[in-house]
């Protein structure tokens, strides 16, 4: 098996080659690729040093059976038909095939059997990673969904700088030590502290403050990536007419996105039995406060706060956090191949 991994130097190509190395996933042989700006270094694999590949070389698919994408949309939209003409199946994290409607989008413990058959193979040849805040969202959504027939709900993220990113992470942490040497000036003149340092990735200064504007604005005021929430989730559930009230807040944390949710469903609904159906649900967990410092490196999405609301028996408050970079990218993708191969959509080349 011949792995590619585009965005390997990136920071989901950097959770790619580790849980494609400690998961064991079956490739004999990765294919490590970047830009041009990469290319020629050298990253760690299995304990060898692997020449980094550019995506423009003419070869790089040569021979390669499952390509992982995490190099932006633009980047997908162009060069993932290349690998599928190359003979490999590509499992996209971008959001460039997301909505399409032969690309199947696929949260693996929640819509598995979207993914295909070896007698229906997904007709593009692709298969779409969603958005990290959509993801995370649809473990606790889909476990209530199955036993309350789910409505619509309302989703206020707070979000990592590392949903934007290394350059993300990059910029929130040049910001803290000269804002904390500001001092008083962090009471008395924020607007002031704020100017002390540049901001390019996220649109105000995130250090010691909260960003209520995550995205290029779309339609109607809202996001993209409100609007990732609201068309994804939807696909994902194979609800249409689910209503989705979205607002996106980049906080100052450098990886784990939070979403404080609350969410309607046909029948009544109590904390007690809400937790009984999310309780033992694949890849989540039940934590009475979760937070997402807690939670950044690890697997599972964590769920708590979980409260009836107090006017209404048909909905539910509760509080999810997930590793933006792990579950929200490269441990589904990576859960996504190994599925693929469980259902005998990929089988290595005869080279
Ligand atoms: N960060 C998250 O939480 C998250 C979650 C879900 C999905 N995603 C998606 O995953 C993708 C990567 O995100 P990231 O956070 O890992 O970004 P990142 O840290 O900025 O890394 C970007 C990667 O893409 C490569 N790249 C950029 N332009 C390229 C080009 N023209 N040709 C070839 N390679 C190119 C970069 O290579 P160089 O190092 O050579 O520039 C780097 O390896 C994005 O599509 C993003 O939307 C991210």
Same mark, same amino acid.
């Given at each position: 098996m011949r792995v590619a991994v585009v965005g390997a130097t990136g920071a989901v190509g950097r959770d790619l080659r580790r849980l494609l190395e400690e998961r064991t996933f079956p490739c004999d042989e990765v294919v490590l690729v970047a830009s041009e700006r990469s290319a020629g270094g050298v990253l760690p694999f299995r304990g060898r040093d692997q020449v980094i590949r550019a995506?423009? !070389?003419?070869?790089?698919?040569? @021979?390669? !059976?499952l390509a992982l994408f995490s190099a932006g949309g633009s980047t997908s939209r162009e060069h993932a038909p290349r690998a599928v003409e190359a003979g490999a199946l590509v499992v996209d994290?971008?959001?460039?095939?997301?909505? !399409?409607?032969?690309?199947p989008l696929v949260v693996v413990e929640v819509? +598995? !059997?979207?993914? @295909?058959? +070896?007698?229906? $193979? +997904?007709p593009k040849g692709i298969i779409a990673n969603p958005n990290c805040t959509t993801m995370t969202a649809m473990l606790p959504l889909k476990a209530l969904h199955d036993a309350f027939d789910l409505v619509g709900f309302t989703a206020t993220s707070f979000q990592a700088a590392g949903g934007a990113g290394q350059k993300g992470i990059d910029e929130l942490a040049a910001q803290i030590e000269p804002l904390f040497a500001a001092g008083d000036l962090l009471r008395s003149d924020g607007r002031s502290a704020a100017k002390l340092v540049e901001h390019?990735?996220?649109?105000?200064?995130?250090a010691f403050n909260v960003v209520p504007l995550l995205g290029a604005e779309a339609a109607d005021g809202y996001t993209d990536e409100e609007l990732k929430l609201v068309n994804e989730s939807r696909k994902i559930l194979g609800l249409p007419d689910l209503v989705v009230t979205p607002t996106c807040v980049r906080v100052p944390v450098t990886v784990g996105h939070s979403i404080a949710i609350s969410a309607t469903f046909q029948r009544q609904v109590t904390a007690a039995a809400a937790l009984s159906r999310m309780? @033992?649900? $694949?890849g989540l967990v039940v934590e009475h406060v979760p937070t997402p410092l807690e939670f950044a490196g690890r697997d599972e999405v964590a769920v708590g706060r979980v409260r009836a609301d107090l006017f209404d028996p048909h909905v539910l408050n509760f509080f999810v956090v997930g590793d933006n970079l792990l579950k929200g990218a490269a441990l589904n993708t990576v859960q996504i191949a190994e599925l693929l191969l469980a259902r005998g959509l990929i089988t290595a080349k005869q080279r």
């Open positions: 995506l423009t !070389d003419r070869d790089v698919f040569d @021979g390669v !059976d994290n971008s959001s460039a095939w997301r909505m !399409d409607d032969e690309v819509n +598995p !059997d979207t993914v @295909g058959t +070896p007698h229906r $193979p +997904p390019h990735v996220h649109e105000a200064t995130l309780e @033992g649900f $694949p």
